[in-house]
């Protein structure tokens, strides 16, 4: 069995522990069953063109919850904590906070994604047009273009996160998940928490 | 005498107390004497083509700082407070904080302006492309997306404001100052801190 989780830059795979990436352009062939949960609709017709009997999960998957519009990816990782309750955040091309209380989803936030901060600050200006510096010293007052960038990303998304945490267990996925982890004690990263969520799912 | 801050998206004039912005494109005949500063070369161009004879302020500008590449707008703004100790945010295409203390710049922040933000939102996602909600309550978890990402734009900006500001007293100008100012209670809003600047440097 091969689980999918397909997102708006690439498709994500996950067989027996092993996981990879694919961009749509790049997909091969699977014997395998595949199970996909999708947020890109352009994305899930790649799959489907190479794997036509891929079928979706998404109708399976139910998460109490309020929330109007939550994407499935978000519903799978909140489902990949398996009851527990804590802090889900995604950090990946959005960063979405999702806070669940004994199996209850209570509502969520969207930030942008560490490299679309980036992308925003190049498009206003070519002046703010270089790599912003995300190891800046967040207790001193920057003095120069590249730590007022990274100072504004990372202070802002770590104040953001933390005001909504508290001292409550946060677990971390995405891409910058592992780097955001490094600034919350009580923080875990598992990169694999979409997977958790697809195969709770499939009751596995 | 007439008054030009050549920005990124407009040109912003001053004379007598009077205001105007103007695109580029639509720029007309002045007959009096023009004072520019310019954070956009191109900008720059079409204003000296309308009127020739209009003088490059930024040489006579001085502000003591440590801050390597500091735009001109960002010194004017702070030569604005005219050796007021305080904080200086200016809410435009970007959000700039820059702390004064007894008319020295002691460093400064860039955060992406409100319409950034919702631009990079939508750059990320078709999902996320809606307008995020500037009103929301932010004593509560959001359960929708439009509200999901107002809480990630305000909620983010709002702290970092509020984390470098402290109890200083805070200046905000910018098209968003005045929005952002109600946030904060020892705030005040001032349009023409730029301007401002720029007549003290004239000795005005």
Chains 1, 2 share one sequence.
């Not at 014997?31 to 947020?39: A, C, K, M, P, Q």
């Not at 399976?60 to 309020?66: F, G, I, P, R, V």
């Not at 979405?96 to 994604?113: A, R």
């Amino acid at each position: 069995m091969t689980l999918c989780d397909i997102g708006n830059t690439h498709l994500h795979f996950y067989q027996e522990g092993r996981v990879w990436a694919c961009a749509p352009q790049s997909l091969q062939v699977l014997e395998d069953e595949v199970f996909y949960i999708s947020v890109n609709a352009q994305h899930t017709t790649a799959l489907l063109e190479i794997c036509p009997n891929a079928k979706d999960l998404s109708p399976q998957m139910h998460l109490a919850s309020k929330y109007e519009g939550l994407g499935v990816d978000r519903m799978a990782a909140c489902l990949g904590l398996r009851g527990k309750s804590g802090v889900v955040v995604d950090a990946g091309s959005a960063i979405t906070l999702d806070v669940m209380e004994n199996g209850e989803h209570l509502g969520g936030v969207i930030l942008p994604g560490l490299a679309s901060y980036c992308q925003a600050y190049k498009s206003i200006s070519p002046a703010l047009d270089l790599p912003p510096n995300l190891r800046v010293n967040l207790d001193r007052l920057p003095n120069g273009t590249a730590d007022a960038l990274g100072y504004g990303i990372l202070q802002s998304v770590l104040l953001t996160l933390k005001h909504l945490v508290g001292e409550r267990k946060v677990y971390f996925t995405g891409g910058d998940g592992k780097f955001l982890a490094n600034f919350f004690p009580q923080g875990l990263y598992n990169g694999l928490l979409v997977f958790e969520g697809m195969l709770a799912t499939l009751g596995v």
